[in-house]
């Protein structure tokens, strides 16, 4: 291949941003580089409201397309375009953009879409695509310039010193790059709802670490591998960075023995959010998360929930507050997550379920039936005992 193959990574709310918007262009920088690291690059640097790939020489076009596939679900990353660099000549722009078209897949419509950045350059943007698409109806003769809506778009950019080329272009997630919005623990389930829930936190910009609390000794420890499964899929992208397992199931088995059963899922839940409170502070986590959609079970009413969060002082973020089930699963499904959530894995939510749980708690009675508790003790005991598992992450840094 003549020209140099490169992948465009654009971005638009950071785009958006003032006097501190380098930051976060340097943060997502760092988190590409860092999540690409083995893969056929030659350079990764910042340029002009974007960050340019430089793809190693002799790499092929499948090479590419595995960066392109790598760095499209990276939190702030809108588009992913690969194309070519070329010299700021007509027939090197026309030939890169022959290239470039014919790796945009199947297509019966096309555009040009040119711009000149720097007016040194003779050739005007409109006459530059009128030219280029000259150039592109003689090299593919059955197909048909649109300009509204085409099949695909050619985008010609002419900066100083080169020029960018690219018809292939994909949508990432956006968002904002992980480590640009602060620290969260989420308790994270092998369930369908609270690995997006995650998700979004990340895709919003904050380092997730995760707390799963498992039914072990009283049930298997297969949720701990799925969970596990789950954190791997995450850190592909560099969306979790550590995740506490907590085994919860001798803990559930005391409450369940000696508190009424109605409240026996508040007061695992109450447990449960002082544990992650616990971890929070020790990893200086300035909030919690939550995977509760509003009136999805009965723990996930505004009552129960007021209950529940009565026992921490951080804020508790719920991303799926809003969400019915089927917008939950379409997140599940585009994150890669769903089929792992979807097997059969006994856990602490099944474990010592209530008949008829209570669905509008009152916090005298949730508070009496935990008075002869030894609440504070099972705390120390629950963070002493979880086991840590450590994920990449490019923001993360370990507290000493």
């Keep these: ?63 590419a397309c595995d960066i392109e596939e790598s760095v499209l679900g990276v939190p702030g990353v809108a ?12 027939e090197a722009i ?11 897949g199947d297509f019966t419509t096309f ?9 040194d350059f003779p050739i005007d943007s409109m006459t530059l695509n009128r030219e280029v698409g000259a150039l592109l109806c003689a090299a593919f003769p059955d197909k048909i310039v649109k300009m509204k809506d085409p099949d695909a778009l050619v985008h010609v950019e002419v900066i100083q010193g080169g ?4 018809a292939r272009s994909e949508r990432g997630v956006g968002g904002l790059p992980v480590g640009s919005s602060g620290k969260v623990v989420s308790m994270l389930s092998s369930g369908i709802d609270s690995p997006v829930a995650s998700w979004r ?19 298997s420890s297969t949720s701990e591998f799925l969970v596990d499964d789950i954190a791997h899929l995450l850190e592909r992208t560099g969306c979790i960075a550590r995740v506490y397992m907590v085994p919860f199931g001798n803990y559930q088995r005391e409450i369940a023995v000696s508190c009424p059963p109605e409240l026996r899922i508040i007061l695992y839940r109450r447990l449960m959010f002082r544990v992650a409170e616990r971890i929070a502070q020790r990893e200086g986590a300035k909030a919690l998360v939550s995977g509760e959609s509003l009136g999805q079970v009965a723990s996930q009413t505004i009552e129960n929930i007021l209950v529940t969060n009565a026992v921490v002082g ?19 499904e585009q994150l890669g997550t769903f089929e792992i959530s979807s097997q059969d894995a006994p856990d602490c939510c099944t474990l010592f379920m209530p008949r008829n749980p209570e669905t509008h708690a009152k916090p005298e009675k949730v508070e009496a039936a935990e008075a002869g508790l030894p609440i504070e003790a099972w705390v120390d005991e629950i963070v002493e005992a979880a086991e840590v598992h450590d994920y990449v992450c490019p923001s993360y840094r370990k507290r000493a």
């Design 94 to 104: 026309g030939r890169a953009a022959v290239a470039a078209l014919d790796d945009a």
């Design 163 to 166: 020029a960018y080329v690219y």
């Design 314 to 332: 951080l804020p508790v973020f719920r991303p799926l507050i809003g969400s019915d089930k089927q917008e939950i699963i379409s997140d599940a």
């Design 201 to 219: 936190m990340a895709r919003r910009g904050a380092i997730v670490i995760g707390v799963h609390f498992s039914g072990r000794p009283q049930t």
């Design 111 to 119: 555009k040009v879409a040119a711009r000149r950045n720097h007016t």
């Design 79 to 90: 588009r992913v375009s690969c194309g070519y660099a070329c010299e700021r000549d007509l």
């Design 1 to 63: 291949m003549e020209f140099q193959r490169i992948c465009l990574v654009h971005y638009h709310e950071i785009g958006l941003k003032g006097h501190n918007r380098s930051s976060f262009e340097n943060r997502l920088l760092k988190n590409i580089r860092a999540l690409l690291e083995g893969k056929p690059i030659r350079d990764i640097r910042r340029i002009s409201g974007r960050v340019l790939i430089l793809v190693e020489q002799g790499a092929t076009w499948e090479d």
